[in-house]
């Protein structure tokens, strides 16, 4: 004989009856609930140390940023989100448990956008990776430094014209989606970097023509998308940074960064464009969800924790 059924194996096997016998749910998805189920149980016993009656909302949501992770896709979580939400609102129905937990608790959908982010170290690795003694190796710091400083998409910094800076007040502007106008102050770092460039190394881009954008190719044309993303991805490997890097995680980490710092999040939303201000509150889950893996990680009692277990 096996081992006697925990309680939220037999809450699980009447739940999956249930989806076979009134649902009439085929067999391999009622097999891939059943897989849900069981991860989510582990989950329960070996991390959030409490009952499938004793969870709340919180436990389903760490259970979530616990499967994101160990690097479950997005529409794996929610895929294991639907199955927790059919089970709970069958328990509920049942009256096996007092309320509904999953209600209301964001889908994965938004979790796809949830971005990687550099920390402040490989930051500073990757615009250092540059070599200032080459004019390509100014024009690239000088591009790494100010879409750090504002926050700017990859098009947006490849269009800044270079009437577009002013340097002596520390302002930049550029043009998002929608052909958009927004002022984006510099830092001191970028506006050192884009005086150096524009000093020493812009005029030796510059060919017969008259290029008015900013950043420019050996062929004194326009610096390309394509061209910014494998310039930041061969400075990456440069500076041993070993996470993928893409030109756009500068203004994911750019919005973390400011926030983590209590920056106002209707100021961050002006500065990266966004006409909603949900779609900046992205990067306060990023904030939030590092915050508990930290807390977790370092505090004391966590620790004993952690030991004890």
């Known amino acids: ?8 194996e037999k809450l699980a096997e009447n739940f999956l009856e249930y989806l076979s016998v009134e649902r009439g749910l085929a067999q391999n ?17 070996a991390k959030a140390k409490t009952s499938v009656e004793q969870a709340t909302r919180d436990t389903i949501r760490d ?11 997005a529409s794996s979580i929610a895929r294991a989100l639907s199955a ?14 007092k309320a509904d937990v999953s209600s209301y608790i964001d889908t994965p959908k938004l979790w796809k956008h949830i971005p ?28 790494l430094e100010m879409m750090y400083a504002t926050g700017m998409r990859a098009s947006e910094a490849c269009g ?3 009437n577009d800076v002013n340097l002596e007040i520390g302002f930049v502007r550029c043009f998002g989606k929608g052909r958009k106008e927004r002022i984006i102050p510099l830092g001191r770092k970028a506006i050192e970097a884009v005086k150096r460039y524009l000093g020493s190394a812009r005029p030796r881009f510059l060919k017969k023509g008259t ?32 996470k993928k890097i893409w030109p756009h995680l ?23 464009g966004h006409a909603n201000i949900n779609t900046t509150q992205i990067y306060t889950h990023v904030t939030r969800d590092r915050l508990k893996r930290d807390h977790k990680k370092y505090h004391p009692r966590e620790q004993s924790e952690q030991k004890k277990a």
């Open 84 to 97: 927790l939400r059919m089970f709970y609102r069958f328990l509920a129905r049942e009256q096996l448990i």
């Open 160 to 162: 800044v014209k270079a």
């Open 211 to 242: 290029a008015t954008e900013l950043f420019l190719n050996r062929s004194g044309k326009r610096l390309s998308r394509v061209s910014l993303w494998k310039l930041v991805q061969d400075y990456a490997r440069k500076a041993r940074i070993r």
């Open 250 to 272: 500068l203004r994911h980490s750019f919005a973390t960064h400011l926030l983590d710092n209590e920056a106002d999040l209707r100021s961050v939303q002006e500065m990266l």
């Open 116 to 143: 990687d982010i550099l920390s402040l170290k490989e930051v500073e690795q990757l615009i250092k990776a540059p070599d200032l003694k080459t004019a390509q190796g100014k024009r690239d710091r000088a591009i």
């Open 63 to 73: 259970y979530m940023l616990d499967a994101k992770d160990k690097g479950l896709s």
């Open 1 to 8: 004989m096996g081992a006697p059924l925990t309680q939220m």
């Open 29 to 45: 998805t009622i097999q891939s609930y059943r897989r849900d189920l069981a991860a989510y149980q582990k989950f329960l016993a």
